[in-house]
């Protein structure tokens, strides 16, 4: 096996983007830190390292245990890495958070019907 992997390929190889590109534009875009230092996508990435990664509102901060250039399975994937406990307890937190964000704002049962939508657009004229 080789010592050292592109980080969008690991990435890709440990599932944390579905496709490849997607790993590279992450890695582009300053969204991948390599022991604290943002990286390119050929910057090679070996185990001990800590990596930290922000995909959407998910913040995931892990140390490489393994390092593979193919996709494997998800049981395989999960064995090149080991998250840390504060991200795992970020994680929850911000999972809990959003969970009752959304129990404050649900969504309606259904679209507007037409009488609806006049008196939304009412209410809007009204206002402005």
Not at 22 to 47: E, M, Y
Not at 91 to 105: D, F, N, P, T
Request: aromatic fraction near 6%; charged fraction near 25%.
């Amino acid at each position: 096996m080789n010592q050292n992997i592109r980080i969008d390929k690991w990435l890709w190889a440990a599932r944390f983007f579905k496709v490849r590109s997607l790993a590279t534009d992450a890695t582009k875009g300053g969204h991948v830190l390599i022991n604290g230092v943002r990286c390119k996508p050929s910057k090679f990435v070996s185990i001990n390292d800590e990596i930290q990664i922000q995909k959407g509102n998910e913040h995931f901060t892990i140390h490489v245990t393994g390092l593979a250039s193919k996709r494997g399975s998800a049981t395989h994937a999960q064995t090149l890495y080991q998250e840390t406990e504060n991200s795992v307890k970020q994680r929850q937190i911000s999972a809990e958070q959003h969970k009752l964000k959304m129990l404050h704002s649900p969504a309606p049962d259904k679209r507007p019907d037409k009488r609806d939508r006049r008196k939304i657009q009412q209410f809007k004229n009204h206002i402005s």
